[in-house]
């Protein structure tokens, strides 16, 4: 059982911190719906407030690595370009590799069926798109910090943060479902 | 409204927090925070379109990955980043302890950040591909 370099970094990037991206935020997001009048005690809120700054911040930051990691270590390996103008180094290639074809060229390539689409729709939203996610987590949490219980009777604050929360959750899933289905075409090794 | 008169209003609303002894906080660093985050995901949209407008901001975009093999997307993104940390910053600075119309800066910021989803959009940003 081994991992190589590239793929531990793409571990890390999509399935560790996807994972915790996720607990986060389904623990974030009952959290905030669950702040509403009458649906807690005091000493209810104060517990659940110290989870929801957990959750929140948590989210925020996995976000921030998650598309750091993303963008400055897995994506130049993604993008080399190595199979040369017409992606001849890709020529009867089943998988990309690290010396002539990398998943950029062997997706354009369509040598192994009709993979262009991947990169030119699927990898060129992910890449923009994902980043998208710390911003509104980022607001979210500190949101959520500032106002504490008094989220509780502002209904339209509320609202605001959780569209926010929910903004940022689909940004990541646009991110992470085609991170794992290019992947899974042109895994990066 | 008042500062006590908004205090009073919420434990009205929500009579369990009345215990907690919150101190009152204005809206203005929400509307801050609210609409820095739409400002960062608008100009991530703006440059994302430029660079398939223009080969001298594709470049200029390019020069940000360091030789780290990045391309355009490390201008994108960095500078999307540091235009929303600024924005942050002043609009908090700017809107520190004023109450404002936080209906009036979500729409602002909605257009804004969906303007900006827009643009990461491929079948959207392709439209501006220089010839």
Known sequence: MELSDRELWTVIHGLLAGTLFLLAFAGGLAGLWSLRPGFLTPVAIKERLRRLYIGVWVMAVVSWVTVITGTWIVYPWYRAALAGETYEGCAGAVLPNAESCSPR??????????TEGWHEFGMEWKEHVAWMAPFLATAVAFIVTYYGARLIPRTWMRTIVILMYVGAFAAAVVGGAFGAFINKVAPIV | MSNQNRTQQ?????????????????????????LAASIGMFVLGVLTVWNEASESMHDWLESWEWG?????L??????????????????????????????????????????????????????????
């Open chain 1, 105 to 114: 060229d062997f997706l354009l390539s369509n040598v192994s069926g009709e």
């Open chain 2, 74 to 131: 490390a201008g994108k993104t960095t500078v999307s980043v540091i235009v929303w940390a600024i924005a942050w910053i002043v609009l908090a600075v700017a809107l520190r302890d004023r109450e404002v119309d936080l209906r009036k800066w979500f729409w602002v910021s909605l257009v804004l950040g969906a303007l900006g989803f827009l643009g990461t959009f491929p079948l959207f940003f392709r439209a501006f591909a220089a010839e």
């Open chain 2, 68 to 72: 780290q093999g990045v391309g355009p």
């Open chain 2, 10 to 34: 919420d434990v009205e609303r929500a009579p369990e927090i009345a215990g907690l002894d919150l101190a009152h906080r204005t809206d203005g660093q929400a509307a801050g925070a609210i």
